[in-house]
């Protein structure tokens, strides 16, 4: 009876111990320095009537209908000057932005980066078809480039540092933008659309088109550099295959554009997420960053 009374008091003890560590809150994530929506008032195709954003638990937006961007500084006395505008992924239904924003702002910002998160359109509530999100999204991220090249010497970032990066959809919508900038509207009543929407680089990381192995991307010589990251494991399961980066990587060859595909046998169609375990041990995938800004910085040079 001892025994039995014994184990009962410490199966109490062991569950009030978990019950007590379930209970602990998860740290909050970090918050934007400042958050500035692309348009005043509706944004161009605005869905009037779509259900309400929603920010779930583990940090992805979905039903997003006005964009906007979350600016991440780093502190005044490292500031490079460079700006990252991310694109998260969620194959244009949702964004994980905890993922592949707020993981990314806690990698770049000490080196002297700063981080833009994009809050683009998403499908749902839009109803257009994968031709018709894309070019909706390509609408969201001209106007980003714009609106923070237009604010750069306001938020101490060097206008012709601005690059894009994006993460699975987010790298269709990243290479999208390489492929279809413009350079303004000089006469334009609203300023920030006589900013030029070119990229100074793009960043393609898992980058997928409906899983297609074939680059639907019309690339020019004026293409901004592009460095990309893959794995070899990434489309086995769903995900995007390395035919399309390298197929990319390929057509930017031909017309001279700087581009840097760099390749994992790790990762799958995680392969660019910067979570702080990777980072922490050194998983090689997640030592993009250094290698992107080491090749960027060489071919700056040229």
């Known amino acids: 009876m001892r025994i039995t009374r014994s184990l009962l008091l410490i199966q109490t003890v062991v569950c009030l111990i978990g019950l007590d560590l379930q209970a602990e809150p998860a740290p909050p994530l970090r918050k934007?320095?400042?958050?500035?929506?692309?348009?005043?008032?509706?944004?161009?195709?605005?869905?009037?009537?779509?259900?309400?954003?929603?920010?779930?638990?583990?940090?992805?937006?979905?039903?997003?209908?006005?964009?906007?961007?979350?600016?991440?500084?780093?502190?005044?006395?490292?500031?490079?000057?460079?700006a990252i505008i991310v694109c998260a992924g969620g194959g244009y239904g949702s964004l994980d932005w905890k993922t592949h924003v707020i993981y990314a702002?806690?990698?770049?910002?000490?080196?002297?980066?700063?981080?833009?998160?994009?809050?683009?359109?998403t499908r749902p509530p839009f109803k257009g078809t994968n031709s018709e999100i894309q070019a909706l999204t390509l609408l969201d991220a001209k106007r980003a480039v714009r609106l923070v090249r237009y604010r750069a010497k306001a938020w101490n970032i060097n206008p012709q540092q601005i690059g894009i990066a994006g993460y699975s959809a987010g790298g269709n919508l990243a290479m999208n933008l390489a492929a279809n900038f413009d350079a303004g509207t000089p006469d334009a009543t609203d300023p920030i659309d006589r900013e030029s929407s070119r990229p100074d680089f793009a960043i393609g990381l898992a980058t997928w088109h409906w899983r297609q192995k074939i680059s639907p991307f019309h690339f020019s010589r004026n293409t901004p550099p592009v460095f990309l990251?893959?794995?070899?494991?990434?489309?086995?399961?769903?995900?995007?295959?390395?035919?399309?980066?390298?197929?990319?990587?390929?057509?930017?060859?031909?017309?001279?554009?700087?581009?840097?595909?760099?390749?994992?046998?790790?990762?799958?169609?995680?392969?660019?997420?910067?979570?702080?375990?990777?980072?922490k041990h050194g998983f090689p995938p997640a030592k993009w960053p250094d290698l992107f800004l080491d090749w960027y910085q060489q071919i700056s040079r040229h």
């Open 229 to 279: 990251v893959h794995a070899t494991n990434d489309g086995i399961k769903g995900g995007a295959p390395i035919e399309l980066p390298r197929e990319i990587a390929t057509d930017l060859q031909k017309l001279n554009v700087p581009v840097k595909l760099a390749v994992f046998d790790v990762g799958a169609h995680g392969v660019g997420n910067l979570i702080p375990q990777r980072v």
């Open 105 to 121: 702002a806690d990698v770049f910002n000490p080196k002297g980066v700063t981080i833009i998160g994009l809050k683009y359109r």
């Open 32 to 82: 934007p320095d400042r958050v500035v929506p692309l348009w005043q008032g509706e944004p161009p195709q605005f869905q009037s009537g779509a259900p309400a954003e929603i920010f779930d638990p583990r940090g992805k937006f979905t039903n997003v209908t006005r964009p906007e961007i979350a600016v991440f500084s780093p502190d005044p006395d490292r500031n490079t000057g460079k």
